[in-house]
């Protein structure tokens, strides 16, 4: 084998080897985003997700806050994780942070009290939910 036909199949091997990189890359890729689209929960529709009697706590000994309330999932199917998503507001109404609460095991048609803390360190007046989502 001659200088150039070496150069040639060494190039050549090197631009299969960057395509058979770039389809394994590419299939994990799709793998992954197929299978974190909805974490199992086929069937759920966030849109039948509601947050009710929602409440912010202060225990006065402590100064710990929690944002409290209860989840309703009108899906027909059990959903294994609910992300609610808070936003936080001074007195003056004006939004200085966000939380996310986690809710696990909600049964289908049913519903599910809940509460997170709220680990921030700025006064915090008033919340509300701003989305319900299932991961």
């Known amino acids: 084998m001659n200088a150039v036909s070496s150069r040639t199949s060494r190039s050549m091997g090197r631009s299969a080897a960057r395509r058979a990189l770039a389809a394994m890359v590419l299939l994990a890729l799709m793998t992954w985003t197929t299978g974190c689209g909805n974490s199992g929960q ?25 944002f409290s309330g209860t989840l309703i999932n009108e899906n027909s199917k059990a959903v294994s994780i ?26 289908a048609n049913s ?14 007046a008033k919340a509300r939910v ?6």
Do not use: H, W
């Not at 519903?111 to 915090?124: H, I």
């Open 111 to 124: 519903e599910k009290d809940f509460s997170g803390a709220l680990d921030v360190d700025y006064p915090v």
């Open 130 to 135: 701003l989305s319900v989502a299932t991961p």
């Open 82 to 107: 609910v992300q609610v998503d808070v936003a936080l507001y001074d007195e003056t109404g004006a939004r200085v942070g966000t939380t996310m609460i986690e809710v696990e095991d909600v049964p």
């Open 42 to 66: 086929q069937g759920v529709s966030a849109s039948r997700l509601d947050v009710s009697n929602t409440r912010l706590v202060t225990i006065t000994e402590t100064g710990e806050r929690s």
